[in-house]
């Protein structure tokens, strides 16, 4: 069974990093992309970005670039998404969606990842 | 940037048909699909590739395109229906996103 399973909820300050996970299990790792998205509260999903974990090929949506980091550890099949300096405007909840191609189909989703930064 | 389009909001009757359209100048070049999201859940893949239903999604679920616009059809809508729906493609440089989102109400 494909699962992907998040890291929990997060409360952070303004200006401190953090860096959530997703561990997928149930399917060969390396041979699926992992894209993040995220959903901010009461509106839409937006695509972040999306990493190959087998070369660690990351692309970002030119509205994430710079503003994120997308990173893979293989060897324990973990995606990750980290911020250096948390803005209140971050505050949403993070997806990861493992795809079928780099832009293509998000077939099995995460249960989401709650941040908020307070203002 | 490049930008999806969809309606905000779509209400229907029970049994009757809603339609969701999706435009953009890309889709006629890339593959759509379309995710369903209930309130507090996380997304729901009900159609890829343009019009194939995953295992499990049901088959009043269907899509078709024309030009630079596709549409989910949901018909003999339930009231289990009712939920957000977003298309999915890429841009021209192949950089995933989504449309807006469709509000789906069953009245």
């Known amino acids: 069974e494909v699962q992907l399973v998040q890291s929990g909820a997060e409360v952070k300050k303004p200006g401190e990093s953090l860096k959530i996970s997703c561990k997928g299990s149930?399917?060969?790792?390396?041979?699926?992309?992992i894209a993040w998205v995220r959903q901010k509260p009461g509106k839409g999903l937006e695509w972040m970005g999306i990493i190959y974990p087998g070369d660690s090929d990351t692309r970002y949506s030119p509205s994430f670039q710079g503003q994120v980091t997308i990173s893979a550890d293989k060897s324990i099949t973990t995606a990750y998404l980290q911020w250096g300096s948390l803005k209140a405007s971050d505050t949403a909840f993070y997806y990861c969606a493992r795809a079928v191609g780099s832009s293509g189909l998000l077939d099995f989703w995460g249960q989401g990842t709650p941040v908020t930064v307070p203002s | 940037s490049y930008e999806l389009t969809q309606p905000p909001s779509v209400s229907v009757s029970p049994g009757q048909t809603a339609r969701i359209t999706c435009s953009g100048d890309?889709?006629?070049?890339?593959?759509s699909y379309w995710y369903q999201q209930k309130a507090g859940q996380a997304p729901v893949l009900v159609i890829y590739k343009d019009n194939e239903r995953p295992s499990g999604i049901p088959e009043r679920f269907s899509a078709s395109s024309s030009g630079t616009t596709v549409t989910l059809t949901i018909s003999g809508v339930q009231a289990e229906d009712e939920a957000d729906y977003y298309c999915q493609s890429a841009d021209h440089s192949g950089t995933g996103v989504f449309g807006g989102g469709t509000k789906v109400t069953v009245l």
């Open positions: 149930g399917y060969k790792f390396t041979k699926y992309w």
């Open positions: 890309a889709l006629p070049k890339q593959y």
